[in-house]
């Protein structure tokens, strides 16, 4: 009779100390998620990548604030009593560790394990034995001081690092010194906005249409650096990166750049990027020696170099003034960072 007493108190803790584990991660990854700036995830770190990777908002939602709901439906499932609760929790517990070893492999795809992500993770994994063992053995909460106790165990799960996030302010991002140098390089009073491109990567496509009017409305007070980080895995990228360099070099850099961003990737090939400079009356010949010249490859590897001296670990990556930005962002997001940078350099 101890010996299952035990049992039940084991199980119960077990599965309040995964839920209340996952909630106060989903909490911790939530506020970076809402803030301008990370507060718990350090900028260039593993978190700060996935946090900025393609998978962090699938349909739009962030996924902590899934995590929140999820977690916090399992404690309250974990505390309550009953068959149908102790059946939800076993669902909500399955569910959840179908979906944290899915994330954990998202991220060995992407090379960055966020560790508040993995302890989310691992949490809904931890979850699912005990259970599956108080389903089976129709274990409620050993006592309803233990509910109690429980409950209040979730509340500050969740509180504490929301108030913490809430109450903590950002740490202002540092600026690396490739990026600095070219703020220094900037007219006075100019917002200088250093865009890290792939023309072939459909995230680069994303923020340049978002981009695009937002320098048009503002272009005497933007000065536009762009770095090609053209990407291996994208085999029209090297060729349309060449094709950007030499519209620099003959003086067409900004429309050759949206040329390339506005033609379909199926025609970021070399004949496809000759087309485009003789529809800008680029002088053919000159464009066909820039593209063959060795000094076009090293300038991207240049580039490349810089952005790896940025800290830079996704693309597309743009910095506003001192403000980074990794990853497709919605036209709020770059109106507000122009604005603030704007107003920093005086206007």
């Given at each position: 009779?101890r ?20 909630l106060?991660a989903?909490?911790?990854?939530a506020?970076?998620s ?12 593993a ?35 009953g068959?149908r609760?102790r059946?939800?929790?076993f ?6 560790a ?7 492999a ?18 809904a994994l931890?979850?699912?034995?005990p ?13 309803r001081r233990?509910r109690?106790a429980g ?6 799960a969740?509180a ?20 600095a140098?070219?703020?220094a ?7 200088t ?6 023309f ?8 340049n249409?978002?981009l ?10 933007v000065?536009?650096v ?34 390339l ?20 009356r ?9 593209v ?11 580039d ?6 940025a ?14 930005l990794?990853g497709a962002?919605?036209?709020e997001?770059l ?13």
């Amino acid at each position: 009779m101890r010996s299952n007493q035990t049992s039940i108190v084991l199980a119960f803790a077990v599965s309040l100390a995964a839920a209340a584990a996952g909630l106060a991660a989903s909490a911790i990854l939530a506020i970076d998620s809402v803030r301008t700036a990370a507060v718990f995830c350090l900028e260039g770190s593993a978190c700060d990548a996935v946090r900025h990777s393609a998978y962090a908002n699938p349909l739009g939602v962030p996924l902590p604030f899934a995590g929140l709901a999820g977690f916090a439906a399992l404690g309250i499932a974990v505390v309550l009593e009953g068959r149908r609760a102790r059946l939800v929790g076993f669902a909500l517990s399955v569910g959840g560790a179908l979906v944290g070893a899915l994330l954990l492999a998202v991220q060995a795809h992407l090379g960055h394990f966020c560790p508040y992500c993995c302890v989310a993770d691992a949490s809904a994994l931890a979850s699912v034995l005990p259970a599956a063992w108080r389903l089976r053995k129709g274990a409620a909460p050993p006592s309803r001081r233990a509910r109690y106790a429980g409950a209040a165990v979730l509340g500050l799960a969740a509180a504490v690092p929301l108030g913490l996030g809430l109450w903590i302010p950002p740490a202002p991002p540092s600026v690396p010194p490739v990026i600095a140098s070219e703020i220094a390089r900037s007219p006075r009073g100019d917002v200088t906005i250093v865009d890290f491109v792939d023309f072939e990567c459909p995230f680069c496509r994303t923020m340049n249409a978002e981009l695009e009017p937002l320098l048009a409305s503002h272009k005497d007070r933007v000065r536009l650096v762009r770095r090609q980080v053209p990407l291996r895995s994208h085999p029209h990228a090297l060729d349309a990166a060449r094709a950007a360099c030499c519209g620099e070099r003959l003086g067409e850099a900004d429309a050759m750049a949206e040329a390339l961003f506005h033609a379909p990737v199926d025609e970021l090939t070399p004949e496809g990027c000759e087309n485009i400079a003789q529809r800008l009356r680029l002088p053919v010949v000159a464009f066909r020696a820039c593209v063959s010249d060795p000094s076009t490859d090293a300038r991207i590897e240049a580039d490349r170099a810089e952005f790896k001296a940025a800290g830079g670990f996704a693309l597309p990556t743009l910095w506003i003034g001192n403000q980074p930005l990794v990853g497709a962002q919605p036209v709020e997001t770059l109106t507000q960072a122009l604005s603030q940078a704007i107003a920093r350099v005086g206007g």
